[in-house]
């Protein structure tokens, strides 16, 4: 008799090892976040991506940055386009978030010129992501576009 019940609980001790190992494997407790691919860290600055147009004589256009709206004319900034690599047609402008933003690009086409505005809210918006186990942020609107539609001349 007690040699039947070592030998049972040898068989559970053995039984429970095994079930403990592979349940220790893909831990319910622990949650592995290492590949994480969020921004955790809460955005106080956000990135304009201003794209233009270059013309056949790789003349640049100046580019102006405003805060609110275009008819509050409240230039922040003005960007010549000249330092821009000649293969790029876009540029980046760091912002503070949550606001909205205006960009007038300046082109002289045959002596007159012509203004390309576009405009939008620069926002930070957070959310919570179950795989990283945290509060996430993404920064959205930052894209205007400058470009001309017709560049014949």
Same mark, same amino acid.
Do not use: H, M
């Given at each position: 008799m007690k040699f039947r019940f070592n030998i049972l609980l040898t068989f559970l001790f053995v039984l429970f090892n095994f079930f403990f190992t592979i349940s220790c494997e893909k831990s319910i407790y622990f949650k592995d976040v290492s590949d994480c691919q969020c921004i955790t860290e809460e955005p106080f600055?956000?990135?304009?991506?201003?794209?233009?147009?270059?013309?056949?004589?790789?003349?640049?256009?100046?580019?102006?940055?405003? +805060?609110?709206?275009?008819?509050?004319?409240?230039?922040?900034d003005t960007l010549q386009t000249d330092t821009v690599p000649a293969y790029r047609d876009f540029i980046y402008y760091q912002v503070p978030v949550n606001h909205y933003y205006t960009a007038v690009c300046l082109y002289i086409r045959d002596g007159d010129t012509i203004r390309?505005?576009?405009?939008?809210?620069?926002?930070?918006?957070?959310?919570?992501? +179950?795989?990283?186990?945290?509060?996430?942020?993404?920064?959205t609107g930052s894209n205007l576009n400058l470009k001309l539609k017709n560049t014949r001349r």
């Open positions: 600055y956000g990135n304009l991506t201003i794209e233009f147009t270059r013309d056949t004589e790789q003349r640049s256009p100046q580019i102006l940055i405003l +805060s609110g709206f275009y008819e509050e004319n409240n230039v922040i390309a505005v576009d405009g939008g809210f620069v926002k930070k918006e957070s959310y919570y992501d +179950s795989d990283c186990d945290t509060i996430c942020w993404k920064l």
